[in-house]
């Protein structure tokens, strides 16, 4: 039996009633081609009457639950393989800071849990971590909120793990806060770079390409290995008159999934075993079970066949041997992902060709700002001669630059002008100075605003102790004021009888009476 087609959108409900409906086809094993959120739900109702599954791109870790989904078998290497190549990525171009932003469902949470694992273990920092819900309509994405906060923690590299669709809505509205600039580094998962189509769909059809989408780097499952693979692209293109580079990596994953299948069913018929099919009703015969499933899902894991994407074999588990992922790099200029290394657990990252970033640079960006030439900063300030002064209490615009002079004022237009960054001032925003609350714990006025981000620099004269260190960093200091105590000098006098001070009275007294 054959019945084929892929929904990444359909509810629970509707999900259950098309496995049931292959159940009373009587399959004996389903090819998902779905998201790894779907997949979970198929194996566990299939799986639960004895019917295999080969799971084509599911990917979450999770997945991998032998008591729940006994009869699984993953195509593609499990997302903990793909945070081991993104790790990698990461410590080959020596970027120890960086931010995160993914869907909100179990591929873009677990695909990224390797990736805090060994940013933990590696001491790197995590500068933001963000989440968000794809709709049914992904055009009415909206992830600004999300964007400006990671456009505040200045992190300069980006991991973006979600869907194709929804990261071209990212990508779109990350161009508007500059953070697909030159300078910057965005890192795509497979959802991205093995669906290009969708991302890349509207633009396409247009012959046109976002220049958010320049200098893309990723991971791509490795799909070009397979003895397989230049017959299977020549027909595959000539029957679809399409070209080669618009083939999709998980189409010919898929194929390598009903290869799989039919040589385990070959496989199993030569060694003279039979499948009685079952049309298994749920509603009527609860009980109903695919009898020959379980033998036929050990056929699945001998088979060592050579497809269109590599070596296929898989181990006791249901997973695929021989990882590798291809590094691959967005280039506008070529019009797709082109492959510039590679990544197996064995070899770990290897770099073949130029890389382009974000902004079509070749230069490798910093993980944190080292410039702040063309940035526009946040200044918050408050009235504290001769330090600020304000040059006119009526002064309406109090975020004017003419509004104030003093010396920390020209201090800024001369750094200014030496960095070439502009600048806005900013009052506190809950009208005072500020400091440490006696809770302990919360900060009030100019404090507060730098904290909450507010504002990038307090720009008065504050001074330095172990408290505000705690929580805020200090720039050098531009001036040194010791506290003085000046007291009273004692004054000398000349005694006479000085000789006679190591005495106490009783004694005097008695040398007197003596005397006398």
């Known amino acids: 039996k054959q019945w084929y087609q892929r929904r990444v959108r359909d509810r629970p409900l509707v999900i259950s009633k098309r496995v049931f409906e292959l159940l009373q086809q009587g399959v004996s094993a389903i090819i998902c081609h779905c998201p790894s959120t779907i997949t979970e739900q198929v194996a566990n109702l299939a799986n639960e009457k004895g019917v295999p599954v080969i ?6 870790p999770l997945l991998q639950n032998r008591e729940r989904r006994p009869y699984l078998l993953r195509i593609s290497p499990s997302d903990q393989q793909q ?6 990525i990461l410590d080959h171009f020596n970027w ?4 995160i932003i993914t869907s909100y469902d179990s591929y873009g949470i677990h695909g990224i849990s390797g990736i805090q694992k060994a940013a933990s273990s590696k001491r790197w920092k995590i500068n933001n971590i963000q989440h968000f819900a794809v709709p049914e ?6 992830v600004t909120k999300e964007l400006e906060m990671i456009y505040k923690s200045e992190s300069r590299i980006i991991i973006l793990n979600c869907g194709a669709a929804a990261a071209g809505q990212v990508l779109r509205q990350a161009e508007t806060f500059g953070l697909t600039d030159a300078g910057y580094a965005w890192i795509v998962t497979d959802g991205v770079t093995g669906n290009f189509n969708d991302l890349m769909l509207q633009n396409i059809r247009h012959k046109l390409f976002g220049a958010y989408l320049e200098g893309l780097l990723g991971t791509m499952p490795a799909t070009k290995d397979g003895l397989l693979y230049s017959w299977f692209m020549d027909d595959f293109s000539t029957h679809l008159e399409i070209k080669r580079r618009e083939i999709e990596p998980f189409t010919r994953l898929a194929f390598d999934a009903v290869y799989v299948f039919a040589t385990a069913l070959h496989n199993y018929f030569s060694d003279e075993n039979t499948i009685t099919e079952r049309n298994i009703n749920i509603w009527d015969y609860p009980g109903q079970t695919f009898e020959d499933g379980p033998r036929l899902y050990e056929y699945f894991k001998r088979v060592k066949v050579n497809g269109t994407s590599k070596m296929l074999s898989f181990d006791d588990q249901g997973e695929i041997k021989n990882a590798k992922y291809d590094i691959v790099n967005f280039v506008s200029g070529d019009g797709y992902f082109r492959e510039v290394g590679y990544w197996t657990p064995e070899s770990g990252v290897q770099i ?3 890389v382009v970033f974000s902004g079509g640079s070749r230069t490798v960006p910093a993980y944190q700002i080292d410039t702040l030439e063309r940035r526009h900063l946040i200044l918050g300030i408050d009235v504290d001669p001769p330090f600020i002064i304000m040059e006119d209490s009526t002064c309406d615009d109090t975020v004017s630059n003419a509004c104030y002079s003093g010396y920390c004022i020209s201090l800024v237009e001369e750094l ?3 960095l070439g960054f502009t600048y806005e001032f900013v009052r506190p925003s809950d009208g005072i100075w500020g400091g440490l609350d006696p809770d302990g714990v919360t900060w009030t006025g100019i404090f507060k605003d730098l904290l909450d981000r507010r504002i990038d620099i307090a720009t008065v004269h504050m001074s330095i102790n172990s408290i505000r260190e705690k929580s805020i960093d200090f720039s050098v200091p531009f001036m040194q004021a010791g506290l003085t105590v000046v007291v009273k000098g004692e004054e000398e006098t000349s005694d006479g009888y000085f000789f006679l001070s190591p005495f106490s009275s009783d004694v005097l007294y008695a040398i007197g009476a003596g005397v006398l």
Do not use: G, I, K, R
């Open 55 to 60: 799971a084509v791109t599911a990917t979450d």
């Open 83 to 88: 945070s081991a190549a993104l790790s990698d």
């Open 96 to 99: 120890l800071h960086f931010s």
């Open 137 to 142: 309509d992904v055009a009415t994405l909206n």
């Open 352 to 354: 073949e060709d130029y």
């Open 416 to 418: 200014s002008h030496m």
